[in-house]
């Protein structure tokens, strides 16, 4: 990837938008927040996985690769559409401007956007909704255009629909039977779990009119976030996307394809992925996805691959992979281990991989999270293919053991290079307030020093030095010029509930922060508007 111009990003995820559902969509405030990115002069929206969520509401734990979460789906925009009446709208609950209580919003918004969906299926042609591969019967304009929807995606489509219809079963007979795992290869019949053609025959045809409402769903997740994007794009603003190296064992995914993964004869993981025990862990991360069986993925040319990355970039302009290392070498751990511990590194065909969606695909505008204990290898792998690197000045303030910062910190801006991306923090972290207020006061001081600061506004000021950084891209999550502290942290590793549930105000996009943003994008050469400033790849 030719990293041209320098440019700066946003961090912020579409459910973290404001509305009057609860959480974030596609409607006012998406095209709200790129008027703002446009007035700033910010030429990147950076967003986290668009796919549906499923237990933690995790966007790295998606129900599915290919297809987007419903959730996001604007009920305003279906009223303004016709598929829902302004009465069914008129009793929303009074959600927290502030957090997401997902909890809530499933039970709100859910009904309403299954609702649209079957009034879009009637309306069509007044026909009964079908699951034969293609999509609904029925005619006229829009029944046309979903059909034509459904045949061009049926090639992931027909398999999620059936997937979270029958999730969305057997879930509930497993809550009304008082068992909490109701995981597809747990709890589901043998001939549905094995995907026997009469099982899956059977089903489709007993549940077709909720498997036609699930396609539906994803016609109109992506039609909404094609008006999103072709705004953001009039407007100068790429979407900057992200794909999970690994995916959900309770997944459409794994479902439909479980030869592409290391299962037993039971559909259930052998082995699972992680990361070692470190400084921070000292029983590493069992994170609990499904390893790959890359042998299958080699004989069949890595189509799914190939597939899952083209499906993104229809999605997003460029894309972030997450755990970028695993593509190198991946920590594989027994599935019966509780922890981490008793793993074993084992080579990936990261090299082949990459060299057969190139061919496939051409340049990759592809970012490569290289956080953590990064090889030589894992770094001579990124740097072949180009692959901008990330780095996170959360990361920068080591000691040197005199009292000093270690000043050859790579994380340090005075020591990035052109091809990587700059961020204050990700997800992962905690604001960059709440990082500064919880370190020790001495480190506190140096890092005043390194930013040049009084203090008194340390987060622009660190705001600033990196988008001093040489590197081409510098993103900074919207909770830092915000100045929010702790409470607005997006994500906690390693812990469940509270997590992907802040929600910014709409009062945010505002000029006084907005007119700040803008010059330090005119200062330090980032500015959407300003002419190309060409950065070579092989910079690193």
Not at 8 to 21: K, N, R, W
Not at 212 to 237: I, N, P, S, T
Not at 266 to 287: C, E, H, I, L, M
Not at 428 to 455: H, P
Request: proline share 5%; charged share 30%.
């Amino acid at each position: 990837m030719e990293m041209q111009k320098r440019s700066a990003g946003i961090l912020l995820h579409p459910v973290s938008l404001p509305s009057e559902d609860g959480i974030g969509d596609f409607g006012t405030h998406a095209f709200k927040f790129i008027d703002f990115l446009e007035k700033t002069e910010i030429g990147l929206w950076q967003v986290l996985p668009l796919g549906p969520t499923a237990y933690g509401n995790s966007p790295y734990t998606a129900v599915s690769s290919f297809a987007g979460n419903p959730l996001l789906i604007s009920l305003d925009l279906l009223q303004k559409e016709g598929w829902l009446e302004s009465s069914e709208l008129e009793d929303r609950p009074d959600f927290s401007l502030d957090r997401i209580d997902y909890e809530r919003v499933y039970r709100w918004k859910v009904p309403l956007l299954r609702r649209a969906a079957e009034r879009f299926l009637q309306r069509g042609g007044g026909k009964k909704a079908s699951a034969e591969k293609g999509g609904a019967n029925g005619s006229g304009d829009k029944s046309d255009e979903v059909a034509e929807f459904c045949r061009r995606e049926e090639w992931w489509l027909e398999d999620y629909a059936l997937f979270v219809t029958a999730k969305n079963f057997f879930d509930r007979q497993a809550a009304d039977a008082g068992i909490e795992d109701s995981r597809w290869n747990y709890y589901w019949p043998t001939e549905l779990a094995d995907r026997t053609p009469e099982e899956l025959k059977r089903r489709r045809e007993q549940w077709s009119d909720e498997i036609a409402v699930e396609k539906v769903l994803q016609f109109f997740f992506m039609r909404q976030w094609e008006r999103v994007k072709k705004y953001a794009h009039d407007r100068g603003v790429t979407i900057f996307g992200d794909i999970p190296i690994f995916v959900s064992p309770d997944s459409a995914d794994v479902w439909a394809h479980p030869e592409l993964f290391m299962l037993d004869n039971k559909n259930r993981p052998t082995s699972v992925a992680g990361v070692p025990p470190d400084y921070f862990s000292s029983n590493g991360q069992r994170w609990g996805n499904p390893l790959y069986r890359w042998e299958e993925h080699r004989r069949t040319g890595f189509a799914w691959w190939i597939s899952r990355i083209k499906k993104t970039l229809e999605q997003v302009d460029m894309v972030r992979i997450d755990h970028f290392r695993g593509f190198e070498a991946y920590w594989e751990i027994p599935a019966e281990e509780k922890t981490a511990i008793k793993g074993r590194w084992v080579k990936a065909p990261g090299r082949e991989l990459f060299t057969r969606i190139a061919e496939e695909m051409g340049e990759l505008p592809i970012v490569a999270e290289d956080l953590g204990v990064i090889t030589p290898e894992v770094q001579a792998l990124r740097e072949e293919f180009g692959f901008p690197g990330m780095k996170v000045l959360q990361f920068a303030f080591s000691r040197d053991g005199q009292g000093g910062l270690q000043a050859d910190n790579l994380f340090l801006p005075h020591n990035h290079l052109p091809n990587y991306v700059a961020y204050t923090g990700t997800h992962d972290n905690d604001t960059t307030l709440g990082w500064f207020e919880s370190q020790e006061a001495d480190l506190r001081e140096l890092i005043r020093r390194y930013a040049g600061s009084s203090g008194q506004e340390i987060v622009w000021d660190l705001i600033r030095i990196v988008f001093m950084s040489a590197a081409c891209y510098a993103v900074v999550p919207f909770q830092d010029p915000l100045a929010l502290g702790k409470d607005a942290r997006m994500n906690t590793p390693g812990t469940v509930g509270g997590n992907w549930s802040w929600r910014v105000r709409s009062e945010a996009f505002n000029d006084g922060v907005g007119y700040r943003l803008r010059d330090f994008c005119r200062l330090y050469g980032r500015s959407s508007r300003s002419g190309t400033s060409d950065v070579r790849s092989d910079a690193t």
